[in-house]
């Protein structure tokens, strides 16, 4: 079998994936802030670590796999909308946490298997704080428990800046309080209209670095496999992660692989709510399937930046048309219990190259679509749906995906000989014929479009 490597943000370099334990593979990948609607933008990490997680399902069993994805419930946006809403935050925190859910699964994204939630996890933060304070690597100041950056000498190994950039790009808070102006919040007080815990510093919430942290340590160890999220985490999220987590572990990595997705855009830039140019993934899912979307954000390398327009999703959904039209020609051929082939594999296990592994499914088609013999039919159509399922594609039913569910049978039967009598048509370059049987087939309101895979129609109207 292909060996799976993925690009390591941490070395800057792809390596051969190595668990720590083959019989538990591990994976975290910070999940949403819920005061608000997903963007697409946001859907992007959650798409890309869903394959990945299918992937090594895939390689080392299915329940071999621990995949967490946390919810961040406690946070300055949170506080923020509560207060501009007047709703209670717990009230705002559930309903846009299910949201979430429902939108992420609206496009194939399934649920992890582990979905710690920050404000459960009070105690473990509250312990780590204590713990890096008695060490020597945080200090308290004001009601404030902050971390030394300089205590930790690996601090900006992941971003691969200078402590001085760090500053100027984070925009840190420059408060009386600290002994460095880099140092960090693991714990901060609350207000009286905040929400609050107990803790050795007083009445206080925890920083959002603290939160994955203690969570991480809490479900999958002190050391796991892999830690995911997009590239605007590396720096300060995931940096200050490494800092506290190394430090509270007495030196112990935290994760062995790094793995950062790019940025989705729109034009040139960056989709971001502050910006204004968000598309919202609970109004798309209105407008188009959810596997289109999916597809479409699988397009390009998870690490490159993917730029988002209409045009974008005009061709992912001819392109899954032509998938799911090959599937319905075959509708009366039993799948063969066959893997994905080879050619899929090997680039979907060359760090996730989605791109590549998407053209090999249309060869695959292709093969489908030319098979004589029923075995050759069999073995194509079951390649077809084990390769799509890794991706999270082509697992629908074709006739659905075409609208034909509540189509009459005979009509179906009249439209399928129609478009079967214009091949033929086309085949024997007879256009007056083709043309004639196309004028029925507009008569009727049937889209028709033709591709390599032969053609596909849906119901207008």
């Known amino acids: 079998m292909t060996a799976l490597t993925l690009y390591d943000t941490l070395s800057r370099r792809k390596r051969p994936f190595e668990p720590i334990d083959p019989e538990r593979v591990t994976l975290y990948v910070c999940g949403p802030t819920v005061y608000n609607y997903a963007h697409i933008g946001n859907a992007r990490p959650a798409v890309v670590f869903d394959v990945l997680a299918r ?105 691969r800046r200078s402590l001085d950039d760090m500053i100027a790009g984070a925009r840190v808070e420059v408060a009386p309080y600290k002994k460095d102006p880099g140092d960090f919040v693991l714990w901060k007080p609350a207000a009286d209209d905040e929400p609050g815990w107990d803790s050795p510093w007083g009445r206080g919430r925890p920083g959002w670095h603290l939160e994955c942290s203690a969570m991480t340590a809490e479900h999958l160890g002190e050391t796991f496999d892999i830690h995911g999220g997009g590239v605007d985490l590396v720096f300060p999220h995931h940096e200050n992660e490494i800092a506290q987590s190394t430090c509270a572990h007495g030196g112990k990595a935290m994760a062995n692989y790094w793995l950062h997705n790019g940025f989705l855009t729109m034009g040139t830039d960056k989709m971001s709510k502050s910006l204004g140019n968000v598309q919202l993934v609970h109004d798309l899912v209105k407008e188009h399937p959810g596997e289109v979307l999916r597809y479409a954000l699988l397009t390009a390398h998870y690490r490159a930046p993917l730029t988002w327009t209409s045009d974008l999703l005009a061709k992912t959904r001819r392109s899954l048309d032509r998938v799911y039209g090959v599937l319905r020609r075959l509708g009366d051929v039993e799948a063969a219990d066959v893997p994905a082939p080879q050619a899929f594999l090997e680039p979907l296990f060359d760090d996730l190259n989605t791109p590549k592994a998407l053209s090999e499914i249309f060869q695959i088609a292709s093969r489908a679509n030319k098979a004589e013999s029923d075995e050759a ?74 591709g390599p895979e032969g053609s596909t129609w849906r119901k207008l109207g």
Do not use: C
Not at 68 to 73: C, F, G, L, V
Not at 98 to 111: H, K
């Open 55 to 159: 992937a090594l399902r895939h390689i080392y069993g299915a329940d071999k796999v621990i995949y967490a994805r946390n919810i961040t419930d406690v946070d300055d946006k949170i506080i923020a909308s509560s207060r501009e809403t007047g709703e209670p935050i717990e009230a705002i925190t559930t309903r846009y946490a299910e949201i979430y859910r429902q939108d992420m699964g609206s496009v194939g994204v399934a649920m992890p298997d582990i979905e710690p939630h920050a404000t459960q996890h009070i105690p473990q933060m509250v312990a780590m704080a204590a713990k890096l304070i008695e060490d020597g690597f945080a200090y308290e100041a004001e009601g404030h428990v902050l971390f030394s950056v300089n205590s930790f000498d690996g601090y900006g190994k992941l971003s």
């Open 377 to 450: 039919r069999a073995i194509a159509k079951g390649e077809l749906l084990a390769a799509g399922a890794l991706l999270g594609l082509g697992q629908g039913d074709p006739d659905a995906w075409f609208g034909l569910t509540d189509l009459d049978p005979a009509e179906r039967e009249k439209i399928d000989g129609l478009i079967q009598a214009r091949n033929r048509a086309r085949a024997d370059k007879d256009w007056d014929a083709a043309d004639k049987v196309r004028d029925e087939l507009n008569a009727l309101k049937v889209q028709v479009d033709d």
